[in-house]
């Protein structure tokens, strides 16, 4: 059983970062992974970006590559359920919502 401790990060404050190829991973490949292999990879290779709430579920956002990877976490136990590599920009929307730009607006 796996389980996944929320980091600290500020809502608003998103790292900077250079990423470097990992063996020419892509979505395809990490999906067929077993799920220990994924969030090794994840834990080890991959850069956090943020975190959302969904229902009773924890969501964390990495970046690995050209791609990112989403685990989900049950709230109470924090235990890892899934996780799963996309490219789609879409999928984004969830942690879109979560940051706040009322600080870069212009104040009149």
Do not use: W
């Amino acid at each position: 059983m796996l389980f996944l401790k929320s980091p600290v990060v500020e809502k608003s404050c998103l790292p900077f970062f250079h990423l470097l190829p990992h063996r020419n991973m892509n979505t395809s490949t990490f999906n067929k992974l077993d799920i220990e292999k994924q969030i090794d990879l994840t834990m080890s290779e991959a850069v956090f970006l943020t975190q959302a709430k969904k229902y009773n579920l924890h969501l964390y956002l990495f970046q690995m590559d050209q791609f990112y990877i989403e685990m989900y976490s049950k709230e109470q136990s924090g235990q890892i359920i899934s996780i799963r590599a996309f490219d789609e920009m879409e999928h984004l929307d969830i942690y879109l919502q979560e940051i706040d730009i009322t600080t870069m607006l212009p104040v009149y």
